[in-house]
Nanobody, 127 residues
Framework: VQLQASGGGLVQVGGSLRLSCLAS???????????MSWFRQTPGKEREFVSA???????FYADSVKGRFAISRDNAKNTVYLQMNSLKPEDAAVYYC???????????????????WGQGTQVTVSS
């Protein structure tokens, strides 16, 4: 599985960005069989869970982004999105998408649950 994240950039406080993650999955395997997630990381800190969406399109969020971020998936395009609104300075980070077929709901917030990772896209929030 190869994941390519895009959509990061520089935005002012209160602004919005939409991240995309395009997945290339093995032949014969459905993109829909993967739990897709977003994590973020700042220098010197561990990778932090942001959001996940499962096969049934149930969404899960870190408390810090609830009500501001929305995750969605387009299975026809093998793509997961993260719509980020009302951005704050503390949202600045490198955002990574992750995928795995074996993740269970109770573990979707753990980075160690995912075998596949994208290259990351930088989000900078200016005040």
């Amino acid at each position: 599985v190869q994941l390519q994240a895009s959509g990061g950039g520089l935005v002012q406080v209160g602004g919005s960005l939409r991240l995309s993650c395009l997945a290339s999955v093995p032949s014969g395997v459905s993109f829909n069989s993967y739990v897709m997630s977003w994590f973020r990381q700042t220098p010197g800190k561990e990778r932090e869970f942001v959001s996940a969406i499962n096969r049934g399109r149930s969404a899960f969020y870190a408390d810090s982004v609830k009500g501001r971020f929305a995750i969605s998936r387009d299975n026809a395009k093998n793509t997961v999105y993260l719509q980020m609104n009302s951005l704050k300075p503390e949202d600045a980070a490198v955002y990574y998408c992750a995928a795995d077929r074996q993740v269970i709901v109770s573990s979707c917030f753990r980075a160690s649950s995912y075998d596949y990772w994208g290259q990351g896209t930088q989000v900078t929030v200016s005040s």
